[in-house]
């Protein structure tokens, strides 16, 4: 079975410092996969999504990247934080082909620049 | 751009009650529907997924939702609540445009309070 691994589960970082988080998923091939901001009352917002090796679309601009070295390793980073990076990070897998395929979410991690 | 939008940010109920939450979006094609749910300390689950035929799907513990095409909504729905129903839920939406492919917008979530 698939399964996702999210890491750290929670971030404490101080403004300007940069970022690392990263995400794998086992027992599939070249999923599609996303990082997706979580805050309260606003739901989920996509920031990036990938469909394969160095395949990097952003969907808003900001101050993260996302690269996927792997086919299976999706990482999020900053090369220096803001205060307003602070939010809850989820990352994401679905299978490579349909509009109808439900998303598969890590346990996310808990960001607080400070 | 497409939105979706959830009705209500809290809802407040008594165990046994009914629960109905309201989502609507706003694109004209062909959409594909999830409810997601959230339960304190977890990760997000798909609750339930409607692709095509009958608009009235069924998902795990108890809950379904309604597509009505020409209202726009995918409300979700369960007879009686329990107390482990309380949680955060999220309707999503994928729009089959050319580039909104596998990605999904999200209402603003409802959190659902169920007390004894």
């Known amino acids: 079975s698939q399964t996702i691994h999210q890491w750290p589960a929670t971030l404490v970082q101080p403004v300007g410092s940069p970022l690392s988080l990263e995400c794998t998923v086992e027992?599939?091939?070249?999923?599609?996969l996303y990082w997706y901001r979580q805050a309260a009352g606003r739901g989920l917002q996509l920031l990036f999504y990938?469909?394969?090796?160095?395949?990097i679309s952003s969907e808003v601009p900001q101050n993260l990247s996302a690269s996927r070295p792997q086919d299976r390793q999706f990482i999020l980073s900053s090369k220096k934080l803001l205060l307003s990076d602070s939010g809850f990070y989820l990352c994401?897998?679905?299978?490579?082909?349909?509009?109808?395929?439900?998303?598969?979410f890590g346990n996310g991690t808990r960001l607080t620049v400070t | 751009a497409q939105s979706v939008s959830q009705h209500n940010h809290h809802v407040i109920l008594s165990e046994a009650a009914s629960l109905e939450l309201g989502c609507n979006y706003s694109?004209?094609?062909?959409?594909?529907l999830f409810w997601y749910v959230q339960y304190p300390g977890q990760h997000l689950q798909l609750l339930l997924k409607?692709?095509?035929?009958?608009?009235l799907v069924k998902g795990i513990k108890g809950f379904e939702a309604e597509f009505i095409k020409s209202k726009f909504s995918f409300n979700l729905r369960k007879p009686s609540v329990q107390w482990s129903d309380t949680a955060e839920y999220f309707c999503?939406?994928?729009?089959?445009?050319?580039?909104?492919?596998?990605?999904?917008?999200f209402g603003a979530g409802t959190q659902v309070v169920v007390t004894p």
């Open positions: 994401a897998w679905s299978p490579p082909a349909g509009y109808n395929s439900p998303l598969h």
């Open positions: 027992g599939t091939s070249n999923p599609n």
């Open positions: 990938s469909i394969g090796i160095d395949q």
């Open positions: 694109y004209g094609g062909t959409v594909n």
């Open positions: 409607y692709f095509s035929g009958d608009p």
């Open positions: 999503a939406v994928n729009a089959e445009t050319t580039d909104s492919w596998g990605k999904l917008q």
